[in-house]
């Protein structure tokens, strides 16, 4: 996994994604950014991956790689995908700045037979800390904006996606924890030292 986290920008949670995903699959990787991730499974895991963006510039980067991508607002749902239509749908550090992640997931757990979702765990004692002691609201290295210029509307804690999961009936395959850019398949007390959180779910009682 070290060779891959060096092929990803340095990326712990691509990192993570790139490694459970199996050779030859079928993948949506939503606000896929640069395309780095589906540039790295395409080329080594020879997956058909298709990727999600609304920033033209970073399409621009996708179609240099020869990535193909599509321009669209994850908001507005996926109603033209047909049930489980991908083996996985990747919604990488993204989670956040959704107008109605919940109703997301909901798609995303819909056209996969897998999702896989990263995201800023809110819960980190050093974010808790700041906003105790400073009264102001934190930033850290995975939530370096300001409050007037982030794109983070609806920050959540590692308990409140397991709480969600459970609620919708959703079932976690996998987890992975990142603290200090680093890796960590088990990590005690996570929702308050885990930096960030890498899950991959589905949904319960799918014969898979």
């Given at each position: 996994?070290k060779?891959?986290f060096?092929?990803?920008?340095?990326?712990a949670?691509?990192?993570v994604?790139?490694?459970?995903?199996?050779f030859?699959?079928?993948v949506?990787?939503?606000?896929c950014?640069d395309?780095?991730?589906l540039?790295?499974l395409?080329?080594?895991?020879?997956?058909?991956?298709?990727?999600?963006e609304i920033?033209?510039?970073?399409m621009?980067?996708?179609?240099?790689?020869?990535i193909?991508?599509?321009?669209?607002?994850?908001?507005?749902l996926f109603?033209?995908i047909g049930d489980?239509?991908?083996?996985?749908v990747?919604?990488?550090q993204?989670?956040?700045e959704?107008s109605?992640?919940?109703?997301v997931?909901?798609e995303?757990?819909?056209i996969s037979k897998?999702a896989?979702?990263s995201?800023?765990?809110f819960?980190?004692?050093?974010?808790?800390f700041?906003?105790?002691l400073?009264?102001?609201?934190?930033k850290s290295?995975?939530l370096p904006?300001?409050?007037y210029?982030?794109p983070?509307?609806?920050?959540?804690?590692?308990?409140?996606f397991k709480e969600?999961?459970?609620?919708?009936?959703y079932k976690?395959?996998?987890?992975?924890?990142?603290?200090?850019?680093?890796l960590?398949?088990?990590?005690?007390?996570?929702?308050?030292?885990?930096d960030?959180c890498?899950?991959?779910i589905?949904?319960?009682?799918?014969?898979?």
């Open positions: 996994m060779k891959i060096s092929l990803l920008s340095n990326r949670d691509l990192s994604i790139a490694s459970w995903i199996e030859g699959k079928n949506l990787d939503l606000g950014g395309g780095s991730l540039d790295y395409i080329k080594n895991k020879k997956v058909k991956g298709t990727g999600v920033d033209v510039n970073k621009l980067l996708c179609t240099k790689k020869g193909p991508v599509i321009q669209y607002d994850l908001n507005s109603p033209f489980n239509s991908f083996d996985y990747i919604l990488s993204t989670l956040q959704l109605r992640p919940d109703k997931i909901d995303i757990t819909r897998f896989i979702l995201f800023p765990n819960g980190n004692y050093k974010i808790r700041n906003l105790l400073k009264g102001r609201m934190p290295k995975v904006y300001s409050w210029d982030t983070n509307i609806h920050l959540l804690t590692y308990l409140d969600y999961c459970k609620y919708k009936n976690i395959v996998k987890t992975f924890f990142i603290k200090n850019n680093k960590k398949k088990w990590l005690f007390l996570p929702n308050w030292s885990a960030a890498v899950v991959m589905k949904k319960n009682g799918d014969k898979i």
